[in-house]
């Protein structure tokens, strides 16, 4: 699977929860040098999948508390800003 197409499809939960077995099995050990740089290039791109979807929601999050912010404001100056000719 394409690392664009697996973003896609994988959730943040999944990522995470995938992520935390692939450490476990690092930690536990007993995994032959290609299988530990296997589990460590896959838990590599986990953590990135999680990071962005992490951003998105940031941003998100951002944008929303911008646009209610925007709207308070416009709201406490109805009518009274400068420029107003009442």
Same mark, same amino acid.
């Given at each position: 699977m394409?690392? %664009?197409?697996?973003?896609a499809a994988l959730g943040y939960?999944?990522?995470r929860d995938e992520l935390i077995e692939v450490v476990r099995r690092l930690e536990a050990g %007993?995994?032959?040098l290609?299988?530990?740089l296997a589990l460590w290039e896959r838990g590599e791109e986990l953590a990135?999948?999680?990071r962005r979807r992490l951003e998105g929601?940031?941003?998100r999050l951002d944008a929303s508390l911008a646009?209610?912010?925007a709207?308070?404001?416009a709201e406490a100056g109805d009518g009274d800003g400068p420029g107003d000719d009442e």
């Open positions: 394409a690392a %664009g197409t697996e973003e939960e999944q990522a %007993g995994t032959t290609e299988e530990s990135k999948v999680c929601a940031r941003a646009a209610e912010r709207a308070e404001a």
